[in-house]
T-cell receptor
Framework: DVKVTQSSRYLVKRTGEKVFLECVQD?????MFWYRQDPGLGLRLIYF???????EKGDIPEGYSVSREKKERFSLILESASTNQTSMYLC?????????????FGPGTRLLVL | GQQLNQSPQSMFIQEGEDVSMNCTSS?????WLWYKQDPGEGPVLLIA?????ELTSNGRLTAQFGITRKDSFLNISASIPSDVGIYFC?????????????FGTGTLLAVQP
């Protein structure tokens, strides 16, 4: 079974803090994704990566950056957290090149910025 | 970003009833996926569809990839209380970044015992 883990289930930070959200997958997937989920807005793609050190902006990249130094790990960084970044953050991964790129999700990190 | 039109937004049903929900898109897709999300958890894949007309079952769940490639539906038969959650459809289109999915806004299902 595919396993995607996220470093924290719940996180409380103060405005202006630098925040790191970590995601690890154990299935040697090339692609990794970060989404945020807000009521009424569904899942919105922040960034994705299709290889080590490669990244592409999603639909809402402002205020975020990412890092992919190793294939299994994809980090989301909030350089200076703001209250409007309070949300549920979901990481996902998928294989590449199969024509059947199903995404598998982690359990999510619920971030509260005060 | 583009989103799929998923309906209904919510359903409140009695245990034992059948459930049907669907997603439509303005563009054609080559993949349709259905996920379920329990409260406070990440989405879990239920069914994956890769071919127009494909009909796939997973226990009491059945999903179909529409012939037009612009829609998909999910049916749940004989619902039980643990079916409660949010159901999302997701699709992948032709062109653009082939590894990106587009998500529906979700159907909230409540089942009364």
């Amino acid at each position: 079974d595919v396993k995607v883990t996220q470093s924290s289930r719940y996180l409380v930070k103060r405005t202006g803090e630098k925040v790191f959200l970590e995601c690890v997958q154990d299935m040697d997937h090339e692609n990794m994704f970060w989404y945020r989920q807000d009521p009424g807005l569904g899942l919105r793609l922040i960034y994705f990566s299709y290889d080590v050190k490669m990244k592409e902006k999603g639909d809402i990249p402002e205020g975020y950056s990412v890092s992919r130094e190793k294939k299994e790990r994809f980090s989301l960084i909030l350089e200076s957290a703001s209250t409007n970044q309070t949300s549920m953050y979901l990481c996902a991964s998928s294989l590449s090149g199969t024509g059947k790129e199903t995404q598998y999700f982690g359990p999510g990190t619920r971030l509260l910025v005060l | 970003g583009q989103q799929l039109n998923q309906s209904p937004q919510s359903m409140f049903i009695q245990e034992g009833e059948d459930v049907s929900m669907n997603c439509t898109s303005s563009s054609i897709f080559n993949t349709w996926l259905w996920y379920k999300q329990d409260p406070g958890e990440g989405p879990v894949l239920l069914i994956a569809l890769y071919k127009a007309g494909e009909l796939t079952s997973n226990g009491r769940l059945t999903a179909q990839f529409g012939i037009t490639r612009k829609d998909s539906f999910l049916n749940i038969s004989a619902s039980i209380p643990s079916d409660v959650g949010i159901y999302f459809c997701a699709g992948r289109g032709y062109g653009g970044a082939t590894n990106k999915l587009i998500f529906g806004t979700g159907t909230l299902l409540a089942v009364q015992p």
